[in-house]
């Protein structure tokens, strides 16, 4: 089986925390006895699959809260990546990983302020990561219900396969879990240069989301997979009613 890299990008500035009073840098703030990277990170625990891990950070991070050691005491293998400054989306980040990143590897950007539980998407993955890298492409992204216009959206027909994405553009009921599986590496650095040179396009940064419609409009097969629950911790209030709620 191939391996699945999970690239993490953690360099954002986590403005509605520090607006809130929050010193401690987003990924790292607990929930429920664990920090927030690794609560996101237990959402991939059921595919039986090799990983690997980058994750790319905010010098001052390193510098002020040691971010570096904390990720390294979770998991000793990763690879981590520093920017000095805030870059123009999630894409232009994860891309600062690419000297680690090989192009038939399985890989998934997966953002840090999220946890889910998808055996669909779990199955869907391992299936995937079964095959060569040479009869694979396309993707996969998991879903839950909503139609706030913060999120990204899937646009699906009755069988699953992804039509179209779209960032803060409620086009379905389908709100994008921030889980980005592509079924090759290759697909993702191939869409993210491509996203590049046609530029932000009156989006206010480069999404990960919209990397999908350059694989749809080469044919390749993106399929949309339901989350079984899913937990939100990108605001201090959707992260205060998980400390204090109930979870299942």
Request: charged share 20%; with cysteine.
């Amino acid at each position: 089986m191939r391996p699945l890299h999970i690239i993490m990008p953690m360099a954002g500035e986590g403005s509605r925390f520090v607006q809130q009073g929050f010193t401690t840098p987003k990924p790292m703030i607990a929930c429920k006895g664990r920090s927030l990277f690794e609560r996101a990170l237990l959402s991939l625990e059921g595919i039986p699959c090799g990983k690997r891990h980058c994750f790319i950070v905010r010098q001052e991070h390193i510098d002020l809260y040691a971010i570096d050691a904390r990720i390294k005491s979770a998991l000793p293998e990763a690879s981590i990546f520093a920017v000095s400054k805030t870059t123009r989306g999630a894409v232009e980040t994860c891309l600062v990983a690419r000297p680690a990143i090989h192009p038939d590897e399985g890989l998934v950007v997966m953002d840090c302020d999220l946890e889910f539980y998808s055996r669909e998407y779990a199955d869907h993955i391992t299936g995937i990561l079964e095959q060569p890298a040479s009869q694979v492409s396309g993707g996969a992204l998991v879903s839950f219900d909503s139609d706030n216009p913060r999120y990204s959206y899937a646009l699906a027909d009755e069988h699953g396969r992804v039509i179209r994405t779209a960032e803060k553009q409620v086009i379905s009921r389908h709100a994008l879990a921030g889980a980005y599986f592509f079924s090759k590496a290759a697909s993702f650095i191939s869409a993210a240069e491509r996203l590049l040179q046609d530029g932000l396009g009156g989006c206010a940064e480069f999404y990960v989301s919209l990397l999908y419609n350059y694989l749809i409009h080469d044919g390749e097969y993106v399929f949309l997979a339901k989350t079984e629950k899913y937990y939100s911790y990108g605001t201090p209030e959707e992260l205060s009613l998980q400390n204090n709620g109930s979870r299942d």
